[in-house]
């Protein structure tokens, strides 16, 4: 059965599973150069259906993503997600929540009729006969569990989701038992969310909502105890535990703009570095807090996340090191950018119940630079120098070594956020000039926030503290650093506290990067590279020779490779 995953909202994407194996799976910004390009995703379902064997009229089912109808333009979401849902709490007795409940409710059957819909889908040649909604936090719910090992191996796992708003909601927990069988235990509000506090106090520093709060995350290290204990309890004015401390509670009922409005008075003449330090406590407080405590109500200590909120690598690794914990699983990537994906999880398991889809082991499943593309391209340009090595990844290290920086395009793209080595720059971590360097030739990075490590994975614990052993390498949690690392990698690690993001690179999960960095800790000692994503600042990921080319010519790269290709400028 070949299900199709169509997520048309902020970060649109497309995504494919074969009798339950991963086919393709992009988002539409990697074709239209425009970061977290939302709307109908037409250019990745194209690319899709060209890339396989089979015919759009060949596809079983659709699984599309949401109740609601998502808003479809980026200026929408920067200028605030409140206008999901009409002017609902402005001099309303009612609860909110309950009004927001049925305003979803109602949305839902108005979904499978919008002609907008019925019109994209029909030019693609689907029809609405093979569409099935899947509710927003179902998708990420999905990802969490039916990615991780605990389907697998028929565990009882709770399921947990944060993020900023999806169908009404901002969080649901949940139980799968042995048998897979799915029970919701709990839900949080849109009017509680953790994900739009985050992303108000994003704003509030001038910042885009929904895109940069990893900056706060990088800065808030810098505050002092003091100021960010004080900015902490002015953040627990919007938003705290509720009483049974399952959820949480929104004490002021403030929303959308009101809510900024009140965070600017309220953080009047307050350093930008404490506003990011009391709100990244409040996140590490909150998600941690209502974790243990629906461990101690459930007695299930292995759990699974997913949701925009579980993108900040400080908090999770607060939840892998709590003691009630006994494993936990962070779904990569996993904003919505993995909703299209979380749909066709859920479809396939809904409609299959004998053939398992495939457990997560890697992210390649992008396109791919076919020979023949790669040499129309070059041969295009007539201000740079090509040369095919027999063994790219070898001269690669070398390159390294040298402290030469690489723009990295290699096999099929990988999807999400974060990049994996197949389109990545790669630097030698070992010298923090190679920082300034690195933000003068392309990245142009706030000067606070760090790059981060791709690591051997049989060298992990020579650079990671572990407190645990677990089975995150892709990016998803922040790990404290051992002295070797201070040493090796200081180029790649948080300069003031020193933890990391990592990603442990595996010979079975991407044999040429494991290779590639495996050459160079044979001629520097050092195992792992400085890594950060191929692009221009403010662009998405590259994808094909054409963007990697465009941003050599756009900035100061010292190479670029595409496959066994190496190019440079004239």
């Not at 003449?269 to 405590?293: P, Y």
């Not at 479809?347 to 495939?358: A, R, T, V």
Request: aromatic share 10%; charged share 25%.
């Amino acid at each position: 059965m070949r299900i199709l995953g169509i997520h048309d909202g902020h970060t649109s994407t497309a995504c494919i599973i074969e009798n339950g194996k991963i086919i393709h799976n992009v988002s539409e910004e990697r074709f239209t150069k425009i970061k977290g390009q939302g709307g109908f995703p037409f250019k990745s379902i194209e690319y899709i259906i060209n890339s396989s064997n089979f015919k759009i009229s060949d596809i079983d089912k659709v699984a599309l993503v949401g109740y609601v109808k998502p808003l479809t333009s980026i200026k929408q979401y920067t200028e605030g997600r409140q206008s999901i849902f009409p002017k609902l709490i402005k001099n309303i007795p009612l609860d909110p929540r309950k009004i927001i409940k049925q305003y979803v409710g109602n949305a839902k059957s108005k979904r499978l009729k919008d002609h907008k819909l019925i019109s994209a889908l029909k030019k693609v040649g689907l029809t609405m006969d093979k569409v099935q909604l899947v509710e927003h936090h179902q998708t990420h719910a999905s990802t969490a569990y039916y990615m991780s090992k605990y389907y697998q191996n028929n565990e009882n796992v709770l399921v947990f989701t944060l993020d900023g708003s999806g169908d009404g909601l901002a969080g649901t927990i949940s139980i799968v038992n042995e048998k897979g069988e799915w029970s919701r235990e709990g839900e949080i509000s849109s009017f509680d969310s953790l994900g739009i506090i985050y992303g108000r106090a994003t704003q509030l520093l001038a910042m885009k909502p929904w895109e940069h709060e990893f900056k706060l995350m990088g800065m808030a290290p810098y505050a002092n105890e003091q100021y960010t204990n004080s900015s902490y309890d002015i953040f627990l004015k919007y938003l705290k535990l509720s009483k049974d401390g399952l959820g949480f509670e929104n004490p002021t009922r403030l929303w959308g703009n009101s809510l900024l409005k009140a965070m600017r008075k309220d953080f009047q003449n307050t350093r930008f570095d404490s506003v990011s330090a009391g709100v990244q406590m409040l996140h590490e407080v909150l998600v941690t807090s209502l974790i243990k405590n629906w461990i101690k109500k459930t007695g299930i200590k292995k759990i699974a996340c997913a949701g925009g909120c579980f993108m900040n690598i400080k908090a999770n690794k607060y939840l892998m090191e709590l003691d009630e914990c006994e494993e936990i699983f962070i779904m990569p990537s996993g904003g919505d950018e993995s909703c299209a994906l979380g749909a066709v999880l859920q479809l396939h398991n809904d409609k299959n119940n004998i053939q398992k889809n495939e457990k997560l082991n890697h992210l390649y499943w992008g396109p791919e630079n076919k020979e023949s593309d790669i040499l129309k391209t070059l041969n295009k340009y007539k201000n740079i120098h090509y040369s095919k090595d027999k063994d790219i990844e070898k001269k690669s290290a070398q390159l390294i070594a040298e402290h030469k920086i690489i723009g990295r395009v290699s096999g099929r793209m990988e999807w999400g956020a974060r990049a994996l080595g197949n389109r990545s720059i790669i630097a030698n971590p070992s010298r923090t000039e190679n920082l300034r360097d690195l933000n003068i030739a392309i990245k142009m990075r706030d000067f606070w926030m760090p790059f981060a490590p791709s690591i051997l994975w049989e060298d992990r614990k020579k650079y990671c503290v572990h407190k645990k052993e677990n089975d995150n390498y892709l990016m998803t949690i922040g790990f404290d650093s051992t002295d070797l690392s201070k040493e090796h990698l200081k180029a790649a690690i948080h300069p003031y506290d020193q933890s990391m993001r990592p990603q442990f690179v595996k010979d079975s999960y991407n044999k040429k990067y494991h290779k590639l960095i495996s050459n160079f800790k044979e001629i520097t000692g050092i195992g792992g590279v400085l890594n950060t994503s191929f692009n221009l600042h403010g662009m998405p990921i590259v994808n094909d020779t054409e963007d990697a080319i465009y941003t050599l010519l756009n900035s100061d790269l010292d190479f670029i490779t595409v496959n066994d290709y190496l190019i440079w400028k004239k």
